[in-house]
């Protein structure tokens, strides 16, 4: 087996198993990304405040509401998802890394460099790992974010729904309040209805046709840059770490689990802060659109939807 087989299999596992663990905080993280409530401006009754509670009180609320299935929405989609974008991403990144260190300890022969590849070279091998993920896998994820939020998107159209029976009474000014509660409590009692990867999947084709699995596209390959900033880090750290034991002449260069995982965690967390808002503009684009007279929540694309949120 090639290493680069090796790593796209060993990256789709340690994929898998870190997806299990860390999904109900993705659900929560996404259905944050897609709650999409207007700032309240001074002297507006009518603005909506800040989404109550933190990540744990939303999850408790979702236990609550939904049962622990709630969030485990989309699992399976997502981790043949993870599975796909790994391995993709591993064997794409290890092929194209052999070659850049092919390169460079050719130019060395030639009396150029020192026979490692750059960081700039980490930044090009992982941006086109990255690229090529993303162009093959995004129609999972458009369905993962789908099946995360559709009972928040659920939800939206029930209080659209409830807004516009109350409008309607009041309108038609309608003086038997009990037709009125009926009315409202059979709105009430109505459940989300079951949504699997099958229904999702028809929704998305029924808005947009093929287009639709490619939504966020934009944003989604300009964070290709959040795994060549990560891999440039970790490389970069790990170069400089090995050299700092050579130079110490220890007896092994060899970087321990917990070193790797360390370097690996301070690479992605700076390479998530550098692209937080994009992945927040790419879940707003993937998510059900919603319903109602408030055009400033539904976009038409990235622009309009960076131009919205920030309005």
Request: charged fraction near 20%; glycine fraction near 10%; charge should be positive.
């Given at each position: 087996?090639?290493?680069?087989?090796?790593?796209?299999?060993?990256?789709?596992?340690?994929?898998?198993?870190?997806?299990?663990?860390?999904?109900?905080?993705?659900?929560?993280?996404?259905?944050?990304?897609?709650?999409?409530?207007?700032?309240?401006?001074?002297?507006?009754?009518?603005?909506?405040?800040?989404?109550?509670?933190?990540?744990?009180?939303?999850?408790?609320?979702?236990?609550?509401?939904?049962?622990?299935?709630?969030?485990?929405?989309?699992?399976?989609?997502?981790?043949?998802?993870?599975?796909?974008?790994?391995?993709?991403?591993?064997?794409?990144?290890?092929?194209?890394?052999?070659?850049?260190?092919?390169?460079?300890?050719?130019?060395?022969?030639?009396?150029?460099?020192?026979?490692?590849?750059?960081?700039?070279?980490?930044?090009?091998?992982?941006?086109?790992?990255?690229?090529?993920?993303?162009?093959?896998?995004?129609?999972?994820?458009?369905?993962?974010?789908?099946?995360?939020?559709?009972?928040?998107?659920?939800?939206?159209?029930?209080?659209?729904?409830?807004?516009?029976?109350?409008?309607?009474?009041?309108?038609?000014?309608?003086?038997?309040?009990?037709?009125?509660q009926e009315k409202l409590a059979e709105l009430d009692s109505i459940k989300?209805?079951?949504y699997g990867t099958l229904h999702a999947a028809r929704e998305v084709y029924?808005?947009?046709?093929?287009?639709?699995?490619?939504?966020?596209?934009?944003?989604?390959?300009?964070?290709?840059?959040?795994?060549?900033?990560?891999?440039?880090?970790?490389?970069?750290?790990?170069?400089?770490?090995?050299?700092?034991?050579?130079?110490?002449?220890?007896?092994?260069?060899?970087?321990?689990?917990?070193?790797?995982?360390?370097?690996?965690?301070?690479?992605?967390?700076?390479?998530?802060?550098?692209?937080?808002?994009?992945?927040?503009?790419?879940?707003?684009?993937?998510?059900?659109?919603?319903?109602?007279?408030?055009?400033?929540?539904?976009?038409?694309?990235?622009l309009d939807a960076i131009i919205k949120m920030i309005r």
């Open positions: 087996m090639s290493n680069a087989v090796a790593s796209g299999v060993a990256g789709a596992g340690a994929g898998i198993v870190a997806q299990i663990i860390t999904y109900p905080l993705q659900t929560v993280n996404t259905r944050q990304q897609t709650e999409r409530v207007a700032k309240k401006r001074i002297g507006d009754p009518g603005g909506s405040g800040a989404v109550a509670g933190g990540t744990l009180v939303q999850m408790l609320q979702v236990i609550k509401t939904e049962g622990w299935g709630g969030l485990y929405s989309g699992l399976k989609p997502s981790l043949l998802g993870t599975a796909a974008s790994q391995g993709v991403y591993y064997y794409f990144y290890q092929l194209f890394k052999n070659k850049a260190e092919a390169l460079a300890a050719s130019r060395k022969k030639k009396g150029h460099g020192d026979g490692t590849p750059g960081m700039f070279s980490w930044l090009v091998v992982a941006a086109i790992a990255g690229s090529l993920n993303v162009l093959l896998t995004i129609p999972i994820w458009v369905l993962v974010t789908r099946m995360q939020t559709h009972t928040q998107a659920e939800r939206k159209i029930m209080e659209s729904k409830r807004e516009a029976l109350m409008k309607e009474f009041h309108d038609n000014g309608s003086s038997d309040p009990l037709t009125l989300p209805r079951p029924d808005e947009a046709g093929v287009r639709g699995f490619w939504k966020g596209i934009v944003p989604t390959l300009i964070m290709v840059c959040n795994p060549s900033i990560q891999f440039m880090i970790y490389e970069s750290s790990l170069k400089h770490l090995r050299a700092k034991r050579a130079a110490r002449k220890e007896g092994s260069q060899n970087v321990y689990a917990l070193e790797a995982f360390l370097l690996g965690a301070v690479a992605k967390l700076g390479a998530t802060l550098a692209t937080y808002p994009l992945l927040v503009v790419k879940s707003r684009l993937q998510a059900k659109q919603e319903i109602g007279e408030n055009s400033s929540l539904r976009y038409e694309g990235t």
